[in-house]
């Protein structure tokens, strides 16, 4: 289970660290929007497209780049491609933070996008080459779950921070540079090391790379394509809702001021840095992989429709989504590398986070434009349902294509690691 079938488990662990690292400051940057969300409506004017706009962007470039990612890590390495990319991250976060207008920030969100994409799914790959052994689904789980830490601490950042707070909207985005300063330098360290372990050798001297061919995408089975269906709807609304408008919705329709607002999301984070994993760890010994996902799927619909129907507790709500939060990554990223060759695994999760990206983009964009069309505000909290009615629909689609995956065939482990897809 060590570095590419080759290291010790040690070695493994420590390639896992420093791109846990990096996945921290990538998920923290991400989510350092919706905190300001508020902010950047009262002091820059912006409005709810506009909100959409700056997480939305993130996801526009991928709708086709992320595909041309996927190839470029079978093609290069995962650690080659993990460098330029957070580098990149890194320059899309400083142009966020400092830039004095819209579209300079809308342009930062742009370039931090370009680049953390394509970066998970080089830590993606880099974790299925270096736990190929075992294990693959609980350390892709503890990746995702230290990942939604830096979620949480995005969330909790109003309270940790509150002194950058009141300074305005700025200072908060500072410091979330800062900590994409600090995944750059992991990455750093992630690269020397593999490049060290690697010697002078190309990526492609292992046998492991293809020429990539585009018929290699029609050739993957109707599972994978269910699969892609729930990714892009699932996801769509996880991240329209969770990232961009949930801690405003708290906010002007369940009435929490903005650090209780962002603590009640945060605990969504809270939860899934520990359940994650364990939800892996869980997969990986019961192969219980179609199940598990139609039911994490199922509690998204009715986490939203807890929340615009009733008046329960929204830790209700909350718990529901954490549950669904870790359930579903923790199966679908490693179910995925079961149902392709690994030479076309960075492949078929750039297929994957096309469509995913190009969702999460729509939806934001929707969402935003729905909350402008019914005025939806602290003096209108009912102009926030058709959002919430939107995400209801799309999410209720994905746990539809969840149930056809269950339906299609039991999963079994991968039988050749040289097989085609």
């Given at each position: 289970?060590?570095?590419?079938?080759?290291?010790?488990?040690?070695t493994?662990?420590?390639?896992f660290?420093?791109?846990?690292?990096?996945?921290?400051?990538?998920?923290?940057?991400?989510?350092?929007?919706?905190?300001?969300a508020?902010?950047?409506?009262?002091?820059r004017?912006?409005?709810g497209?506009?909100?959409?706009?700056?997480?939305?962007?993130?996801?526009?470039?991928n709708?086709?780049?992320?595909?041309?990612?996927?190839v470029?890590?079978?093609?290069?390495?995962?650690?080659?491609?993990?460098l330029?990319?957070?580098?990149?991250?890194?320059?899309?976060?400083?142009?966020?933070?400092?830039s004095p207008?819209?579209?300079g920030?809308?342009?930062?969100?742009?370039?931090?996008?370009?680049?953390?994409e394509?970066?998970?799914?080089?830590m993606?790959?880099a974790?299925?080459?270096?736990?190929?052994?075992?294990?693959?689904?609980?350390?892709m789980?503890?990746?995702?779950?230290?990942?939604?830490l830096g979620?949480?601490?995005?969330?909790?950042?109003?309270?940790?921070?509150a002194?950058?707070?009141?300074q305005?909207?700025?200072?908060?985005?500072?410091?979330?540079?800062?900590?994409a300063?600090?995944?750059?330098?992991?990455?750093?360290?992630?690269w020397?090391?593999?490049?060290?372990?690697?010697?002078?050798?190309?990526?492609?001297?292992?046998?492991?790379?293809?020429?990539f061919v585009?018929g290699?995408?029609?050739?993957?089975?109707s599972?994978y394509?269910?699969l892609?269906?729930?990714?892009?709807?699932w996801?769509?609304?996880?991240?329209?809702?969770?990232?961009?408008?949930?801690?405003?919705?708290?906010?002007h329709?369940h009435g929490?001021?903005?650090a209780?607002?962002?603590?009640m999301n945060?605990?969504?984070?809270l939860?899934?840095?520990?359940?994650?994993?364990?939800?892996g760890?869980?997969?990986?010994?019961?192969?219980?992989?179609a199940?598990?996902?139609?039911?994490?799927?199922?509690?998204?619909?009715?986490?939203?429709?807890?929340?615009?129907?009733?008046?329960?507790?929204?830790?209700?709500?909350?718990?529901?989504?954490?549950v669904?939060?870790?359930?579903?990554?923790?199966?679908?990223?490693?179910?995925?590398?079961?149902?392709?060759?690994?030479?076309r695994?960075?492949?078929?999760?750039?297929?994957?986070?096309?469509v995913?990206?190009?969702?999460?983009?729509?939806a934001?964009?929707?969402?935003g434009?729905?909350n402008?069309?019914?005025a939806?505000?602290?003096?209108?909290?009912?102009g926030?349902q058709?959002?919430?009615l939107?995400?209801?629909?799309?999410?209720?689609l994905?746990?539809?294509?969840?149930i056809?995956l269950?339906?299609?065939?039991?999963?079994?482990?991968?039988?050749?690691?040289?097989g085609?897809?």
């Amino acid at each position: 289970m060590g570095l590419r079938g080759g290291h010790s488990r040690g070695t493994a662990w420590l390639v896992f660290a420093l791109l846990a690292i990096v996945m921290y400051g990538n998920f923290y940057f991400y989510d350092s929007i919706g905190p300001v969300a508020d902010l950047l409506q009262r002091q820059r004017g912006f409005n709810g497209t506009q909100i959409g706009t700056l997480n939305a962007i993130y996801n526009l470039p991928n709708v086709v780049l992320i595909l041309v990612g996927g190839v470029l890590v079978d093609r290069y390495g995962a650690a080659r491609v993990t460098l330029c990319t957070a580098a990149v991250c890194l320059a899309g976060a400083a142009l966020t933070a400092f830039s004095p207008s819209f579209a300079g920030m809308a342009a930062g969100r742009l370039l931090f996008g370009i680049g953390a994409e394509t970066f998970i799914i080089g830590m993606l790959v880099a974790i299925a080459e270096n736990f190929a052994g075992g294990n693959v689904a609980f350390a892709m789980g503890l990746s995702i779950g230290i990942g939604r830490l830096g979620s949480f601490s995005a969330d909790m950042s109003p309270t940790w921070f509150a002194e950058a707070y009141r300074q305005g909207w700025q200072p908060p985005l500072m410091i979330a540079t800062l900590v994409a300063a600090t995944s750059f330098a992991a990455a750093v360290g992630y690269w020397w090391f593999d490049h060290r372990m690697r010697g002078n050798t190309p990526a492609h001297v292992s046998g492991t790379v293809q020429r990539f061919v585009l018929g290699d995408l029609l050739r993957f089975g109707s599972a994978y394509w269910y699969l892609l269906g729930l990714c892009v709807l699932w996801y769509a609304v996880i991240f329209a809702f969770r990232s961009t408008f949930s801690i405003e919705y708290f906010q002007h329709a369940h009435g929490l001021d903005l650090a209780a607002a962002g603590a009640m999301n945060s605990y969504v984070f809270l939860a899934a840095m520990f359940t994650t994993p364990a939800f892996g760890w869980l997969c990986g010994r019961t192969g219980r992989y179609a199940p598990m996902l139609a039911f994490g799927a199922l509690l998204l619909p009715l986490s939203i429709a807890v929340m615009a129907l009733t008046q329960w507790s929204l830790w209700v709500a909350t718990a529901m989504i954490g549950v669904s939060f870790s359930l579903v990554p923790a199966v679908m990223w490693p179910l995925t590398s079961k149902l392709v060759s690994p030479a076309r695994f960075g492949t078929a999760l750039g297929l994957m986070s096309v469509v995913q990206n190009a969702g999460i983009a729509g939806a934001n964009l929707v969402a935003g434009s729905l909350n402008d069309w019914s005025a939806a505000s602290a003096h209108n909290p009912a102009g926030y349902q058709p959002m919430m009615l939107f995400f209801g629909v799309v999410s209720s689609l994905g746990f539809g294509f969840a149930i056809l995956l269950w339906f299609t065939s039991t999963v079994a482990p991968h039988r050749s690691r040289r097989g085609a897809p």
